[in-house]
Every structure is written in C-alpha cells, then in structure tokens.
C-alpha cells in the first residue's frame, strides 16, 4: 500500500467557508522535483479529479523538498527517448490528458 510520502503527487484539501482551497505537492525532492512522465501523469490525473469538485477555489501547488521546486523536465528520461513517435506516446500532455482539467475556473 502506499503512503502519502510515497506519492508523486500529494494533495490535502481545506474545507473553507468560502470553498475547498486545495494543496498539492510535486513530490520528487531526491530529483529536485524533475517532472518525469509517471509524475506528469499523476499531475494530470490529480488536477483531473480536482477539477470535478464544484466546491474547489484555488489549487496552491508545492514542490517537497528545500532545493527546488520543480526544476522542469527529466533530462535523464528525455535523453533515454529515441524517437518523436517514443515521445509522444509516453507523454500525457503529447496524448491529451492535460486537457481533461482547466487551468482556470473562474465563478
């Protein structure tokens, strides 16, 4: 079973008078939170299932750790792509999940 210390994506949720003000943190410290593909898909899944909540206000997003806070892609993981067919199957942005949750819903 896993923890919460052992997920890519940790998000705690904060009932407010106003609404849900969600905290979600990239959790990828020992790599100074380098988005590889499994933590951009569990990124994506997450923002995805927050998106459904009518209740939510605001998303504050964190990296773990005390170096960084996302540092940007995974070169290691990139340097190991050998084709642009290779890169876009193992991308959800290059397939679409991305598009499954807004970046801003205004009220």
Do not use: W, Y
């Not at 790599?31 to 899944?45: R, T």
């Not at 996302?70 to 397939?95: F, H, K, L």
């Amino acid at each position: 079973m896993e923890s919460a210390d052992d997920r890519l994506v940790h998000v705690r949720l904060d009932e407010r008078e106003q609404g849900v003000v969600a905290h979600a943190t990239i959790n990828n410290a020992g790599h100074l939170n380098a988005m590889n593909s499994a933590l951009m898909q569990a990124f994506v899944d997450a923002m995805a299932q927050l998106a459904t909540d009518e209740r939510l206000r605001a998303v504050v997003l964190t990296g773990a750790g005390r170096k960084a806070f996302i540092v940007g892609a995974d070169i290691n993981e990139m340097a190991a792509i050998e084709s642009a067919a290779q890169a876009t199957r193992s991308s959800p942005v290059c397939t679409g999940a991305a598009r499954r949750f807004a970046i801003c819903r205004c009220r």
